[in-house]
Structure formats: C-alpha cells, structure tokens
C-alpha cells in the first residue's frame, strides 16, 4: 500500500548520502583545487551579466510598484527603504538563485548525465578517482562560494534601479535622501537573513544538479530528463528553504 | 607458465546483482585463472556488462561473492577498493573516455590518478603515454579531443588506456560492436598483441563469435609483428581460451571452443554458428 511512497524516500535517502559525501570531501585528501576555479569561473563570472541584467530591472520596477501605492499615503520618502529591505531580504536571494539554478543546476545535470551515459563516471572510479570528489565537491564548494556574491551584486545593482527609476524617472527624491534611507533600512538580521539564504540555496542548487546527473540513465533522453528534473526540483526547493529560512527570522 | 597457471585471479561465487525485480545476474559462479583468456558471449542485456562491472567493484552484488585476486572484494568500502582497480584494466563498451581531456591526458589519467604508479615523472609518464598509443598506432593523435577522433579509434584510444599501467588482468566490454568487420579484426588483433606481449589475463564481451576464434586460435608474434595460429613453433596450448554464454544473467554455457561448437542447445549453438554464416 505504501508502494507509491518508497521510491522517493529511497531517492531522498541516496540524496542525502551524496550530501554527505560531498561535505566530507571537503575536508579530505586530495582537493581539485583546479576544477573548483574552473567552476567558480563558470557559474559565477558566467551568470553574472544575466544577473547584473535581472537585478537591475527588479529593484526598478519595485521602486515603480511602490511609487503608485506609497504615494496614495504620501509616503514617497519612504521608497528607499522599502526597495532596500524587499532586495535584501527576498528579491535579491531568491531571483538570482532561480536564475542560477536554471543556468547552473541544468548544466550541472546534463553534463555529469553526459558522463553517466557515457561510462565517464564508471571510468573515473575504475581509474582510480572518486567521482563525487573530483565532480560533486567542487560544484558545490563553487556555488556556494559564488551565490553569496552574485547575490550581493544583485542587491546593489537592484537599489542602484531603484535610484534610477525613483530619483531619474521620477523625481520623487534627492539621491541624498533615497541612499540614505536605504542604507538605513538595511539591519543586521536583514544581512544575515539576505547572505544566509543563498548560501543554502547554492548547497541545494549545486547537489540536485549533481544529484540528478549522477543518477541518469537511459541514453541521451535520459540526459535531458535529468536536466529538466533538476531545475523543477532545485526551484522547488529554493521556494520551500525560503520559506522556512524567513518563517524562522519573522519569529526572531 | 606451469606455476602461475594455478592461481585464480577472479572468483564469482553466486553473484546476483539486482536492479529491480528481474535481475541482471543470477546466482553466476566461475572462477577465472592467471594467463587465460576468456570469451563471454550472450544476448544483449543479458548481463555481461554487468558481469564486468562487478568484478571492478563498480557494481555491488546483492548476493554472492566476487574474489579478485584472491581477496573478496564485495565488503570493501569504495576507497578501499581503488588499490585493486589499479591492477585491472577495463575497455568500456561507451567508451568512458573524458571529453574535456585530450587524448594524451585520458591516456595519461590512470597513471597519475592510481596509487601504484604515484611516483611516475611527467617525463616518465609522457613516455608510457606514448609507447602505449604507439602500441595501438595512435601516437599522432596525441593532442587531439576524443570527439575528433573516429569510433575505431576511440576503441583503440580505450585500448591503450585500459592498458597503460600494464596491469594483470585486463577486461573488454564489446570492443568491436558497431565497427566495420575490417576494423573489428584490427581490434581485436590489437587485443591479441596486448595480451600476448604484456602477458595479460584478459576477459572479453563479444557478439561476434570471430573475435572469439581469434583470441582463442592465434597468437601475437613478435618477430614477425603479425597474428599467426597457434600451434606452430610447438607453441600449442600455451595459453587456454574459454567460453562463456550468459542468458539471462545465469551462465548457461562454460568450457573450449570444441565443446562450445558441439553444443546441441538452440541459444548456446546460435552463438557458435554465427562465424559459418
Ligand atoms: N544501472 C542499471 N540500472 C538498472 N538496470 C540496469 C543497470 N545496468 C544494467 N541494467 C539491466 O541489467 C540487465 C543486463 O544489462 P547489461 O548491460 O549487463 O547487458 P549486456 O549483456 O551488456 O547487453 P549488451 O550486449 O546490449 O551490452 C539489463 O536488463 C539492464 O536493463
Ligand atoms: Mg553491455
């Protein structure tokens, strides 16, 4: 009867068999120190026109959004700080995570799928290299050096749209006025809360990617259903550990 | 040859291997000795992939017991398990060469990677690279990618990779599927001069019963440089060649060519007929 239930709790299960060997790898003998460079090289330089673009464009329409509904209160002033807090808080972690999960986590899945279909993988262990060592440690070591800084990239490029659309579009307020309430709003545990979340969601993007593509079979369909699998299932995740992640800094 | 002929290399003792409900392998045992090659025959998904796997440790069994060397290996943890893989080289039947390497480094890989030969300079490795592509007359490819390469000589590229750290026993899964009957046989001449040359014990996939006759009639000669019969030059069964037919994971046929020929079975004789068609 609880047929339907066992495969995804097995599947859970190797998942976190995987993560845990991958954090271990961490610590142990020998590092490819190479193919962690080549990855940050990867994921973060290449993400990071589409999230200077994304990033830009958020934080402008948020300062246009709020524009319409403070001004109904007179509020204008406030735009800075509210601009501030959501990219932060919310925008600037989980838009980029999205973004990098539909770059990275796809193309982490379809090229360790590649290799699994390949027999790379079964070579690499044959030849004497631990697969989850030489490919899954450094993507995830990558990633959550990388999201943390993309996002922050984020944060600033989203504020300096805000600037443009509220004090350049506008005219609501002097740019004095408009850093200065932002760089006011922003508190410690909104830091804490804005870094700590992509440095979760990079554990979670980098390891269902890696998860996936390990576990491929099937030819080259299997590769794309990998692929596609592992976008579904990172974003997912992001949205569920978001939400757990603000539930527990609201109750702080 | 008399001495070493006696000491079994690779054990299966009622190996199952289970993915799912039907299994790839079925209670198989064999034993496989020092200085003998081996042809396994059968049906595609019948498992021989499988079989190989297993005795590199790459595939766990869920029953039996897989002995490699003399040690069981089937409670090793992975780690334990790369000192062993050292001594083994495989041929994959997808080729398992790394696309982001150039030929030079796939070739390369087991010889830094492997702790037996650690302590090799990028000189002495260089060397080995190049004597082993020489052995497959492939040592103008050296910086190319496997991509640019063609499927005959990715094989030959696997060849020398399997090969390179000039391990004891050397195991090939399908190295002449899908290649053109002229290429096929310089394949497995190749495999022939490998075996012979370096003294390895080797297992071999096939489909093709001629891969089979030749690995179990010939033998490298190295004066002249070419395959002749065995049986000249009072060389006879100097080295024994068995056959193996899987069928659904279970062994179903195990002794010489003779007696393989001489099989009444449908299934077993269709794999011996093959050569006469
Ligand atoms: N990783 C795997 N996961 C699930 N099933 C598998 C796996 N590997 C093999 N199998 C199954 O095990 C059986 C034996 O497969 P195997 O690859 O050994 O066949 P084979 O004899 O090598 O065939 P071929 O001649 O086509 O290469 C097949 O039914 C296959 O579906
Ligand atoms: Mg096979």
Redesign the interface.
């Known amino acids: 009867m609880l047929d339907f239930l066992k495969s995804p709790i097995l599947a859970m299960q190797d998942f976190f068999a995987l993560a845990g060997r991958a954090f271990l790898n961490i610590l142990r003998r020998p590092h490819y120190a190479d193919d962690v460079f080549i990855q940050m090289d990867i994921i973060g330089v290449g993400s990071l026109p589409i999230v200077v673009l994304i990033g830009f464009f958020s934080g402008a329409v948020m300062a246009l959004q709020m524009s319409r509904a403070l001004s109904t209160y007179g509020a204008t002033g406030q735009i800075g700080t509210i601009t501030a807090i959501t990219l932060v808080r919310e925008l600037g972690p989980v838009l980029t995570a999205l973004l990098v999960a539909g770059r990275n986590a796809s193309g982490i899945a379809s090229e360790l799928g590649s290799m699994k279909v390949t027999e790379q993988i079964d070579a690499m262990r044959a030849l004497g290299t631990d697969p989850v060592q030489k490919l899954v440690t450094p993507r995830l070591i990558a990633t959550a050096v990388m999201l943390p800084l993309l996002t922050v990239i984020a944060d600033f490029v989203g504020l300096f749209g805000g600037y443009c659309v509220a004090c350049l579009l506008l005219n609501l307020l002097t740019p004095t006025q408009y850093w200065t309430t932002s760089y006011r709003a922003i508190e410690y545990n909104d830091l804490s809360q804005g870094l700590l979340k992509p440095f979760c969601f990079a554990i979670i993007i980098a390891l269902v990617g890696c998860f996936y593509g390990m576990r491929t079979t099937g030819g080259t369909q299997g590769v794309g259903r990998a692929t596609t699998q592992a976008v579904v299932v990172a974003s997912i995740w992001v949205f569920v550990v978001n939400f757990v992640i603000t539930r527990v800094y609201v109750n702080l | 040859m008399a001495g070493q002929s006696n000491e079994c290399i690779l054990r299966f003792d009622g190996v199952s291997v289970r993915f799912d409900e039907t299994p790839a392998l079925d209670g198989l045992s064999f034993s496989m000795r020092a200085g003998e090659t081996r042809v396994i025959l059968g049906a595609a998904g019948s498992g021989k992939t499988v079989l190989l796997?297993a005795a590199?440790g790459?595939i766990r069994p869920t029953e039996g017991t897989v002995s490699v060397f003399g040690d069981d290996i089937t409670r090793r943890t992975?780690?334990e398990m790369?000192g062993l893989?050292?001594r083994?080289g495989?041929l994959?039947?997808?080729?398992?060469?790394?696309?982001s390497l150039t030929i030079e480094e796939n070739v390369a890989?087991?010889l830094v990677?492997?702790?037996r030969a650690r302590r090799l300079s990028p000189e002495q490795i260089r060397e080995r690279v190049e004597e082993s592509l020489r052995f497959v007359e492939l040592e103008r490819t050296l910086d190319k990618f496997p991509s640019e390469l063609s499927g005959g000589m990715r094989r030959r590229v696997g060849i020398a990779?399997a090969a390179v750290t000039e391990p004891p026993l050397v195991l090939f899964d399908s190295p002449t599927a899908g290649l053109d009957p002229i290429t096929a046989n310089t394949i497995i001449a190749l495999i022939v001069k490998e075996r012979d040359v370096k003294n390895m014990t080797t297992a071999l996939v096939t489909h093709r019963y001629q891969d089979g006759t030749l690995l179990a009639n010939f033998r490298y000669n190295p004066e002249s440089g070419q395959l002749e019969p065995l049986g000249r030059n009072g060389n006879a069964a100097s080295r024994t060649t068995t056959f193996m037919v899987m069928r659904e994971g279970r062994l179903v046929f195990e002794g010489t060519q003779g007696q393989l020929e001489a099989s009444r079975d449908p299934y077993i004789s269709k794999f011996a007929r093959q050569s006469s068609e």
């Open positions: 796997k590199l790459l992975e780690r790369f893989r050292s083994i495989m994959f039947q997808e080729g398992g060469l790394f696309d890989y087991p990677n492997q702790q990779r």
